[in-house]
């Protein structure tokens, strides 16, 4: 993983400090949930894409620290978000580890009132964020469950709204619905959008994706809820 610094000016408090932007990487594989493994390295892409303010902790995307407030805005994410921004369990530390930044910009994306898009992808990365370190390193084992299904249920909540408004959706966010739905044990639920893809014949739909929706539309009849590879579900792993 390479990735360069850059200087960031906060756009809420105007607090001026170093973040990262990502360079180049090797991906390793991808897991069922389309979160791509990347080779050992000591940061995954999307752990340096997420930055957060070290005063005020308004977080987000490098992109996000572009935008420019009002003042009236600037005072009211200080009144109303700032002080939701809270490290749980520190343990010594001044600055969110990568999946608390995740959870802080999806507050700010709520305040902001940013695309529904916006705050499924934030969600969705904040669950992503459980099977990497150093959150699977600092958090016990009960914690670190009951953050991924928080992380896990709001991104499905939130995906299932869009999906439910009457406008274009690409067929992989369907595909994401059906996967998230499995791992909560929704299994009636992802059925129902696996069948979806299965039956879909346009363009927009990766073969891969279509294989991958059938087995896991089979999983989901058997009543299986757990992690799977691609490369599992597309190979024939997961038939136990």
């Known amino acids: 993983m390479i990735y360069y ?6 756009p809420m408090c105007l607090t001026k400090f170093v973040g990262r932007e990502a360079g180049g990487f090797f991906i390793d594989g991808q897991d069922s949930d389309l979160f791509v493994r990347v080779q050992k390295s000591p940061l995954h892409i999307i752990q340096v894409e997420i930055h957060s303010c070290p005063s005020c902790r308004f977080s987000g995307m490098f992109s ?4 420019k407030y ?3 805005v600037r005072k009211e994410f200080m009144q109303k978000v700032h002080p939701q921004l ?5 343990r010594g530390r001044t600055a969110p ?3 608390e930044a995740y959870e802080f910009a999806f507050r700010c ?7 529904m898009a916006i705050q499924f992808m934030l969600a969705l990365r904040a669950y992503w964020c459980m099977r990497l370190t150093p959150s699977v390193d600092l958090l016990s084992y009960n914690d670190l469950r009951a953050y991924e299904k928080t992380y896990l249920q709001c991104a499905t909540l939130i995906l299932d709204k869009r999906l439910k408004m009457k406008v274009a959706v690409i067929p992989k966010y369907r595909y994401l619905a059906g996967e998230l739905h499995r791992r909560l044990g929704n ?3 992802s059925q129902k959008y696996f069948k979806m893809l299965m039956d879909f014949t346009g363009n927009l739909l990766p073969d891969y994706l279509k294989k991958a929706s059938k087995s896991l539309y089979e999983a989901a ?3 299986d809820g757990r992690h799977h590879s691609m490369e599992s579900v597309l190979y024939g792993g997961i038939d136990a």
């Open 5 to 10: 610094t850059k200087d960031i000016k906060c």
């Open 64 to 67: 996000d620290f572009n935008l």
């Open 70 to 72: 009002a003042e009236v």
């Open 86 to 90: 809270k490290i749980i369990n520190p």
């Open 97 to 99: 580890i990568p999946h």
């Open 109 to 115: 994306a709520l305040f902001l009132k940013r695309h």
């Open 187 to 189: 299994f009636e639920s």
């Open 221 to 223: 009849g058997r009543g």
